[in-house]
């Protein structure tokens, strides 16, 4: 038998169709934690982190117990992992152990390679490129807020580089949201994630607006995401990552630009007065702490929906 397994490493893994499932099933979650318990026995999930968490870890570590799980939570730096055995060879290893690893860390050619030896699902708890499950979380207080997704206007403005600029677009315009990343010279998405999500945006029928200019950027949009300006493992890379980024600053005078009824979003850690301000994140078109809550919900589901796709196949 061949195990064929669905991983989500970026969030165009899943499909327009597959991300609505998600998200539906997230909002069930959400007024029922215990509907759904895949994991009763206990069944293993594994979650590694090569980066500092909060929201993550608790987040996924309180979904797998009410999923009648057990997670096993390590820092990366205390395993293997850093050290000679090949990442395929821990996928292949953990696969024995767990139904599933979530794990967060830098490149995302490393979850990749595990995902190449696993026959479980790989979940990507944040890596360099992609932080693919906060955007599901974000999609899911969008819809709380707006309703509907498709032909919402989203603008993300700071780095246009990091992970959450590159997972909104892609996971935005899966959802049919308009996306607007905001972001100075020199910190535009890479090249070869804004063709990913402008080939999922043709399907969807979603726009992509990159530009430099904050204020124009900002106009008539319906939500307003920011991040930090230096994310972890950018600490010492030698750019400037404030001088730049301060007209990107969302602050009182921005978000009057924007919808009057527009939300702020921020996957958090904050830091005040940089990206985004008290007055604004602490304000009434701030989302941010239902929007944290969502990961649990959010994650829940997605791991609930993986788990279902995996699929035994004659082998040939
Ligand atoms: N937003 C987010 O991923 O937060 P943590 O780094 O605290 O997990
Ligand atoms: N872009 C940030 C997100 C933190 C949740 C980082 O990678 O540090």
Same mark, same amino acid.
């Given at each position: 038998?061949?195990? /064929? ?5 970026? &969030? ?5 169709? %597959?991300? *609505? ?23 293993? /999930?594994?979650?590694?982190? +090569? ?10 570590? @309180?979904?797998?117990? %009410? @999923? ?5 939570? /390590? ?24 139904? *599933? ?12 390679? @595990? $995902? ?5 699902? =790989? ?8 932080? !693919? ?10 819809? +709380? ?23 909104? @677009?892609?996971?935005? /315009? ?14 535009? !998405? ?8 402008? $080939? ?7 726009? =992509?607006?990159?530009? %430099? ?8 949009? &319906?939500?307003?995401?920011? &991040? ?15 001088? !730049? ?10 978000? $009057? ?11 958090? !850690?904050?830091?005040?007065?940089? #990206? ?13 702490? &239902? ?16 788990? #279902? ?8």
């Amino acid at each position: 038998m061949t195990t /064929v397994v669905k991983h989500f490493l970026r &969030d165009d893994d899943l499909t327009p169709a %597959q991300q *609505a499932e998600v998200l539906e099933l997230a909002a069930i979650l959400k007024k029922d934690p215990f509907a759904r318990r895949p994991l009763e026995g206990p069944r293993g /999930v594994g979650v590694i982190f +090569e980066k500092n968490s909060t929201r993550t870890r608790f987040s996924f570590e @309180m979904g797998i117990a %009410q @999923m009648g799980g057990h997670a096993v939570v /390590v820092d990366g730096r205390s395993t293997q992992l850093g050290r000679e055995e090949t990442l395929a060879d821990t996928g292949r290893v953990l696969s024995r152990y767990v139904d *599933a690893v979530v794990w967060r860390t830098f490149g995302q050619k490393r979850l990749e390679q @595990m $995902a190449t030896g696993a026959t479980i699902p =790989i979940v990507n708890a944040l890596s360099d490129e992609f932080h !693919p499950c906060q955007v599901l979380a974000d999609l899911q207080t969008l819809i +709380e807020q707006k309703g509907e997704l498709k032909g919402l206007k989203l603008t993300y403005l700071g780095d246009g580089a990091n992970n959450m600029a590159h997972s909104l @677009m892609l996971g935005g /315009v899966t959802a049919g949201i308009d996306v607007t990343i905001a972001s100075p010279a020199g910190f535009e !998405p890479a090249d070869w994630v804004v063709a990913a999500a402008r $080939a999922r945006a043709a399907e969807t029928g979603a726009t =992509i607006t990159l530009t %430099q200019d904050p204020q124009a950027g900002v106009v008539g949009a &319906d939500a307003l995401v920011t &991040d930090t300006w230096t994310s972890m493992g950018q600490e010492n890379d030698g750019l400037d990552r404030v001088g !730049p980024f301060r007209p990107f600053q969302i602050n009182k005078e921005l978000l $009057a630009k924007a919808d009057p009824k527009a939300v702020v979003l921020h996957c958090l !850690p904050a830091h005040r007065g940089e #990206e985004v301000t008290d007055e604004v994140l602490d304000g009434p078109q701030s989302v941010v702490w &239902d929007e944290a809550e969502n990961r649990l919900h959010a994650q829940k589901a997605l791991l609930v929906w993986l788990l #279902e796709q995996r699929t035994q196949l004659d082998q040939a």
